[in-house]
Every structure is written in C-alpha cells, then in structure tokens.
T-cell receptor
C-alpha cells in the first residue's frame, strides 16, 4: 500500500496567488516526521519544511506552511504569493519511527507550474 | 561552503561495466543515503548508512554496492548485475537518521 499519496500529478497557479499541494500519509507509528522537498528542473532536491507528529503547531518557513491535520493524516503544503521560480516538482516524504533511516519514503510528486 | 557534492553530473557507460558514483559531504553528518529516481517517479532508497563502517540495504539494493570508510564519503557502485541502471542517482545526508535530508546535485547515469 502507498504510504504517501499525492493525488495531484500537476497543478497550475497564477503568479502571486497561493496554492495548496496535497499530501496524505499512512502510518500506525505514533512517532513520525513529514517533509516537503522541491525539485527544480536541474534535479537537485531542496528541503523546504518539516512537521513532527508531536508538534502542536503547523510548521512555517517563509512563504511555505504545512497544514497538518493529524486525524485526517494529511500534511498539505501551502505556498503563498507564488513566484515563477516556484515552478518545480514537489515531493512529500515521511520518516516513520525513531530508529531506522530506511523508513523514509517519498510520494510520487506534484508538478507545479506558475503562470505569469 | 558546506554541502554535498556528487560527481560527475553525467556519466555514460557500456552495458556490462561496473561504475562508481561519488558522493562527498562536509556537513559533518553521520547518516548518508543513496536514492534512485526514474523519469516521472519519486525517489527509491538504494542504501543508507547511519555511521562509518555501517550500511543497510534499502528497498532496491540488488545490483548495487556501497562502502562507508570515511564519514565524508559514501560511494555507490552500480554493478553489471543491475538490470536497468539508467537513472538519476541522488545522494543525501542528515545529521542523524531522524533529521531532514540534504541532497547533492545528482548524477545522471546512462548505460547503453
């Protein structure tokens, strides 16, 4: 079964508008972490934001915020005031448990295109 | 500047040859990882290492080998046993296995 689901293969947003990229996850472990990465066409993966399962508040980093709804097992990325440079693939990832580096899985990604 | 370097950026090999991809980090991170990415796909874990002289198989380790003799270095060898080696390979590191992973620029391997 898919541990990370990103249901939007592609998204379009107008420059300066906000956009939400969806991510749902599946785990029975009470301790986990959720991550978002950006992959521009150059191929490098850029870490954006992290949310721990025990964190009470939603994580924010500049224009990025994570809408964490634990009961629904969703961790959507919100990008405010989109810029042309935000056009890229976006991956949601999850680390399960506290002991093993192996338990770090990525979703299939969402391609975001920002329109001028 | 601290970071992760991977070389070369593009690599071409003939089928049947082993090839080694380099990954070096100067972030003083304990954990290092190798991922494979196929076109239009997410990342799949090949191997990871929590500390020097230790490494564990990931989901798709068959046909690959690694070593971790130094903290800074985690080279990946793609052997001739790997049936579909053409892919984009990404190396990452994290302070520990609990932390966020930071990635290198990747190596695009083409085997013909």
């Amino acid at each position: 079964a898919q541990k990370i689901t990103q249901t939007q293969p592609g998204m379009f947003v107008q420059e300066k508008e906000a956009v939400t990229l969806d991510c749902t996850y599946d785990t029975s472990d009470p301790s986990y972490g959720l991550f978002w990465y950006k992959q521009p066409s150059s191929g490098e993966m850029i870490f954006l934001i992290y949310q721990g399962s025990y964190d009470q508040q939603n994580a924010t980093e500049g224009r990025y915020s994570l809408n964490f709804q634990k009961a629904r097992k969703s961790a959507n990325l919100v990008i405010s005031a989109s810029q042309l440079g935000d056009s890229a693939m976006y991956f949601c990832a999850m680390r399960e448990g506290a002991n093993y580096g192996q338990n770090f899985v990525f979703g299939p990604g969402t391609r975001l295109s920002v329109l001028p | 500047d601290g970071g992760i370097t991977q070389s070369p950026k593009y690599l071409f090999r003939k089928e049947g040859q082993n090839v080694t991809l380099s990954c070096e980090q100067n972030l003083n991170h304990d954990a290092m990882y190798w991922y494979r990415q196929d076109p239009g796909q997410g990342l799949r874990l090949i191997y990871y290492s929590q500390i020097v002289n230790d490494f564990q198989k990931g989901d798709i380790a068959e046909g690959y080998s690694v070593s971790r003799e130094k903290k800074e270095s985690f080279p990946l060898t793609v052997t001739s046993a790997q049936k579909n080696p053409t892919a984009f390979y990404l190396c990452a590191s994290s302070i520990t296995v609990l932390g966020e992973q930071y990635f290198g620029p990747g190596t695009r391997l083409t085997v013909t």
